[in-house]
C-alpha cells in the first residue's frame, strides 16, 4: 500500500527526491515517515510529517540538508535529500500511521518496501 522509489546513485554533494506513493486507501489523515537503515545497523529516523503538513521533525543529521514534503491530493509524500554523503547512503522506508506523531519506527502501521540510495565519496 506503500510504495517507495526514486532512490539510486549519487556522487556526494548531489541530490535525490524520494517518492511515497499511497495505493488501496488514503493516507490522507496520517503522519508519514521516512526512515533509513544501512548494511549492518539498525532502522533509524529521518523524517517526519504531520497528515496536514503543518509539522515536520529531522533527524540531527539530515536537519538542514532533507525536506520532507506532502501532497495529499495524490496520497503522495516525498523526502528531497541535498548536499548528500556517504553516511546517507540506506535503503530508505516510508511508514504512516495514526493519531500522534513519534520518531518510534515500531509505532508505525503501514510501511513501504525500500528504495536503495547509494552515495559515492
Known amino acids: 500500500q506503500l510504495q517507495a522509489s526514486g532512490g539510486g546513485l549519487v556522487q556526494a554533494g548531489g541530490s535525490l527526491r524520494l517518492s511515497c506513493a499511497a495505493s488501496?486507501?488514503?493516507?490522507?489523515?496520517?503522519?508519514m515517515g521516512w526512515f533509513r537503515q544501512a548494511p549492518g545497523k539498525e532502522r533509524e529516523f529521518v523524517a517526519l510529517i504531520s497528515w496536514s503538513g503543518d509539522s515536520t521533525y529531522y533527524a540531527d543529521s539530515v536537519k538542514g540538508r532533507f525536506t520532507i514534503s506532502r501532497e495529499n491530493g495524490k496520497n503522495t509524500a516525498y523526502l528531497q535529500m541535498n548536499s548528500l554523503k556517504p553516511e546517507d547512503t540506506a535503503i530508505y522506508y516510508c511508514?504512516?500511521?495514526?493519531?500522534?506523531?513519534?520518531?518510534?519506527?515500531?509505532?508505525?502501521?503501514?510501511w513501504g518496501h525500500g528504495t536503495l540510495v547509494t552515495v559515492s565519496s
Open positions: 488501496g486507501r488514503t493516507f490522507t489523515n496520517y503522519h
Open positions: 511508514a504512516a500511521k495514526k493519531l500522534w506523531y513519534t520518531t518510534n519506527a515500531g509505532q508505525y502501521d503501514y
